[in-house]
């Protein structure tokens, strides 16, 4: 089977003042369309950094290996599509949930799925698609009674699922999940897993960090971030 994303020789480095702090090292990593990957390791290993990597919402060192999608090296993406790669390719799952409190659930939901929507789609009912398209999404994840409610008015499983629903509205082919049930208490977070792992039996290709073990033992593989190396 042909990989859809892969790392190799992939490394990070941060600046903090004067001082340069090595996070990851050469680490490398391959994952098959429709695989569920959990990526573990202790804390300020380089889990996060990796997942960020890979999704493109941060760089890597200029001597770093590549990162491809599809195929697809990252480096040599234009500015138009590596907001395409973030916006419709990928979705995110975040522990903290960032919905913005002002909106409602729906709208929360609906975001991603607006952004470069032409006033021309806006006008002639496209809208209107992705509205039904959000309300079928939180439906499915159990909010179909909560879609005018506010992020402060919801439980943290009902945020997060609001988020899920949000990752999933533009249909992305991997989603990358950054410790998406630490928040939450066992039995919400089971709850969350339950949701996400429909979802992966459906197709969708999942990378998952996390630090819990029972977590972990739900993916299909589990690699191990040590010191910022693919143990």
């Avoid at 002002?102 to 006033?119: C, F, H, Q």
Wanted: hydrophobic share 40%; glycine share 10%; with cysteine.
């Amino acid at each position: 089977m042909k990989p859809l994303l892969e790392a190799h020789g992939v490394k990070k480095t941060y600046r903090l003042g004067q001082t340069s702090v090595p996070v990851l090292h050469e680490a490398s990593l391959s994952v098959n369309e429709g695989e569920w990957v959990a990526i573990v390791g202790s804390s300020g290993s380089g889990k996060s950094t990796l997942l960020h990597l890979l999704g493109g919402l941060d760089r890597a060192d200029k001597d770093s290996g590549p990162i491809s999608f599809a195929g697809e090296d990252l480096r040599r993406f234009s500015p138009a599509r590596e907001n395409l790669y973030r916006n419709r390719d990928v979705g995110f799952v975040f522990q903290f949930y960032h919905l913005l409190p002002e909106l409602t659930v729906l709208e929360n939901a609906m975001l991603p799925s607006l952004v470069g929507l032409s006033r021309l789609a806006w006008l002639t009912g496209r809208r209107s698609e992705l509205r039904d398209r959000a309300s079928e999404l939180l439906d499915t994840c159990g909010l179909g009674h909560r879609l005018k409610h506010r992020p402060a008015e919801l439980s943290g499983g009902e945020r997060q699922r609001v988020a899920i629903a949000r990752a999933l509205i533009n249909r992305p082919k991997v989603l990358l999940a950054d410790e998406p049930t630490g928040n939450l208490d066992v039995r919400t977070g089971g709850g969350i897993l339950d949701l996400l792992a429909e979802r992966q039996a459906e197709g969708l290709t999942m990378l998952m960090v996390t630090h819990d073990q029972s977590v972990a033992a739900r993916a299909h593989r589990q690699v191990k971030i040590v010191d910022g190396r693919v143990a």
